[in-house]
């Protein structure tokens, strides 16, 4: 809502504005300011600059396969490649090829490492850049890794104390966890 300090009405405390309601839209940044503003680090802004004009031309596509590789989702453009033949990468939920051409506002779902990366295109690039530059290309709606599971110390024996007892052995595998082990073993033995 406009008050009367943007319409000029109150004599002169709107600012330098000739009380023509021009102040008003002074105060109100552009798109373009607004998102410069967004960009804190100047090095950042000139890598987006570069990915911009490597690019495809108008007419021109990306390829898939190049395209998670180059917002580093994968490490290679091959493992990319054969992520695509092996059907962990789909587009808008169908199986693709690699050479198949993305567009902005395409849901990419990745499988890669036990985790399934959801993203949806954003910017397209060619050229690999850097992880600031990367993450403004796609919008992440990927679920949360899963929680890395606590790991027991394994039970550090001291140098040179030869092999474990039968019941050092146990009370290792108790405190990894693995007591069922033991009593698995156990059982099997008594079966005969």
């Not at 004599?11 to 330098?16: L, R, V």
Request: glycine share 10%.
């Amino acid at each position: 809502m406009a008050s009367e300090h943007d319409e000029g009405g109150n004599g002169g405390t709107a600012g330098p504005g000739t009380g023509d309601g021009s102040t008003a839209a002074s105060h109100t940044p552009d798109p373009a300011t607004a998102a410069a503003s967004r960009t804190p680090d100047p090095k950042t802004a000139a890598a987006i600059a570069a990915a911009e004009a490597a690019g495809p031309q108008s007419g021109e596509n990306v390829r898939v396969d190049s395209w998670i590789w180059a917002v580093r989702l994968i490490k290679t453009r091959s493992l990319g490649a054969t992520a695509c033949r092996g059907g962990h990468v789909r587009v808008n939920g169908e199986r693709v090829k690699p050479a198949y051409s993305l567009r902005v506002g395409d849901e990419v779902r990745l499988r890669h490492e036990g985790r399934e990366r959801v993203v949806v295109v954003k910017r397209l690039i060619r050229k690999r850049v850097g992880a600031p530059v990367a993450v403004q290309c796609y919008v992440d709606n990927s679920p949360p890794p899963p929680p890395r599971e606590a790991v027991a110390p394994a039970g550090i024996r001291d140098r040179g104390a030869g092999r474990p007892t039968k019941r050092d052995r146990r009370e290792l595998e108790r405190l990894r966890g693995l007591e069922n082990l033991s009593r698995a073993r156990r059982d099997a033995k008594a079966k005969p």
